[in-house]
């Protein structure tokens, strides 16, 4: 089973404005749509989407929460969410103008005794068992969360996927997880660099796997993506050609198909292919992409 942990999900509203985004002013909407989401959530419906079933887990908190999950189940996922007393789940305003601008909320509080009850959750993972910590935690926690969730893990046999910036990704090689998916500003960031080649992407990438990384994706927004594997392989694909529509959920798409190459063949090129084709449909479509959107691309 595939379990995805979202720290902190959220109810993304998405507002189209007609031309550009004009601030101090009223501002009317040509169209409008919500989606329920959050990192790993996006991750759980695109696999789902691609005929893999997951657990999603993770906290939410008030009406929004209530919401947010039972819309999810009314979607066919199927959830176990922690209900969390301090703190509202959030709301996220996506304005798509000209320019992308984004509104995100901060997101309930997250006590000691909330990640006691995740603990007992993950213990119930069996070998075999794939679980994805996606998206940045709550300022309530702290950056070692996810190196935290890996040590607890270590020995059971769980395949793990971390997809984070920062501290929260850095802290969390040691533990070797399956897979990690930077993407080429997060990749850059880490090393206080601009990477301007495939050359510059392959050193820092080789980089992240001698820290522990078994698997490095990176994705390069309409450039495609590059892999390298743990067998010493470089994959390299280009995006196929399209419109962008919506960058949110793209990358979290890219992880989603990539995890279902990856458990129907064991190929890393298939793998590969198919995150792709999952992260340029979504990125082509306003919201997550339809199974046939991803298979006409792949």
């Given amino acids: 089973m595939i379990y995805t942990v979202t720290f902190n999900p959220a109810i993304d509203y998405m507002v189209q404005l007609e031309g550009a985004l004009r601030p101090g002013c ?62 509202m789940t959030r709301i996220n305003v996506k304005v798509k ?12 509080v997250i006590t000691d005794g909330d990640m006691a009850q995740l603990y007992g959750q993950l213990d119930e993972m069996q070998p075999g068992d794939t679980l994805v910590l996606s998206g940045s935690v709550p300022s309530c926690l702290p950056d070692s969360t996810y190196a935290e969730i890996l040590a607890h893990l270590e020995g059971s046999g769980v395949q793990c996927v ?3 910036a920062q501290e929260l990704l850095t802290s969390a090689l040691r533990y070797r997880p399956f897979l990690i998916k930077p993407n080429h500003h997060e990749l850059g960031a880490l090393f206080g660099r601009e990477l301007h080649s495939d050359r510059d992407i392959i ?46 959920g793209a990358g979290d798409a890219m992880v989603a198909g990539f995890l279902a190459g990856w458990l129907e063949r ?32 792949l």
Avoid: W
């Fill in 162 to 164: 971390v997809d984070a």
């Fill in 203 to 248: 050193v820092c990438a080789g980089a992240l796997q001698e820290m522990g990384a078994r698997n490095v994706l990176v994705s390069l927004a309409g450039d495609g993506a590059l892999l390298l594997d743990e067998t010493g392989g470089c994959h390299r694909v280009r995006c196929p050609s399209g419109k962008v529509r919506n960058s949110v």
């Fill in 26 to 87: 009223l501002n009317r909407s040509v169209s409008e749509e919500y989606q329920f989401g959050g990192k790993g959530v996006n991750v759980s419906n695109v696999l789902q989407t691609l005929g893999h079933d997951t657990v999603a887990l993770g906290f939410v908190a008030g009406f929004l929460g209530d919401d947010l999950e039972r819309g999810l189940r009314d979607h066919g996922l199927i959830t176990r969410f922690i209900h969390v007393a301090q703190g």
């Fill in 266 to 297: 064991g190929n890393y090129s298939y793998a590969l292919k198919l995150g792709t084709a999952a992260g340029s449909a979504t990125a082509f479509s306003l919201g997550l992409a339809t199974r046939q959107e991803i298979e006409a691309l």
């Fill in 97 to 108: 103008a000209e320019e992308e601008t984004e509104l995100n909320g901060s997101g309930p």
